[in-house]
């Protein structure tokens, strides 16, 4: 079965250092993978997408890369700042055909100031 | 533009009870979601409409039936609500991206 995996424990980092957040899945060849941030109580906002084809996409202060070899995606926060706190989702279309997103269940970062 | 708004945000149900979640989206976007949220869980996909007109059956959709209104509009209903279903339904639309509404915390004692 199709899975994906993100590192269940909390990640705690000092503000201004990078945060690096891992998703890890098995049995499938996705399309393109997507990153979400969910702040409590709210619903996820979309952050990043990043293509197979794709090695590595930026945004400000986020950087995503994917390997798909390895199967992985890394998702970075430079200078990260106490509002960058929130828990980080990635997410993969893992039936294209049906054009539906399986998400992870999530890291949560919390940046110190 | 308000994106992807749902209703109730709060709901408190008796075993057995019904209801529907309401969500409208106004981004013109053909695909609509439905997910529940649990703690530890993720979001798990219930149901999903790709264009209107059409449904189908995601991850976890027993107990659930929806409809696709109209190209705006995507309505989850729960026939005979049970203590399982105690989650956060989030609505969602999109064109590859996906956008969130803000959720409805229901609650089935």
């Known amino acids: 079965s199709q899975k994906i995996e993100q590192n269940s424990e909390a990640l705690n980092i000092q503000e201004g250092k990078t945060a690096t957040l891992t998703c890890n899945y098995t049995n499938y060849s996705p399309a393109y993978l997507q990153w979400y941030r969910q702040d409590p109580g709210r619903g996820p906002v979309f952050l990043l997408l990043?293509?197979?084809?794709?090695k590595e996409k930026r945004k400000e202060r986020l950087k995503v890369t994917f390997d798909t070899t390895l199967k992985q995606s890394l998702f970075h926060i430079t200078a990260s700042q106490p509002a960058d706190s929130a828990t980080y989702l990635c997410a993969l279309d893992l039936d294209t055909g049906r054009r539906a997103l399986t998400f992870g269940s999530g890291t949560r970062l919390q940046v110190q100031p | 533009n308000a994106g992807v708004t749902q209703t109730p945000k709060f709901q408190v149900l008796k075993t057995g009870q019904s209801m529907t979640l309401q969500c409208a989206q106004d981004m013109n976007h053909n695909s609509m979601y439905w997910y529940r949220q649990d703690p530890g869980m993720g979001l798990r996909l219930i149901y999903y409409?790709?264009?209107?007109?059409?449904?189908d059956k995601g991850e976890v959709p027993n107990g659930y039936n929806v409809s696709r209104l109209n190209k705006r509009e995507f309505s989850l209903r729960l026939e005979s609500a049970a203590p399982s279903q105690t989650s956060v339904y989030f609505c969602?639309?999109?064109?590859?991206?996906?956008?969130f509404g803000p959720g409805t915390r229901l609650t089935v004692t």
């Open positions: 409409s790709a264009s209107e007109g059409t449904t």
């Open positions: 990043i293509r197979e084809n794709e």
């Open positions: 969602a639309s999109s064109r590859a991206e996906q956008y």
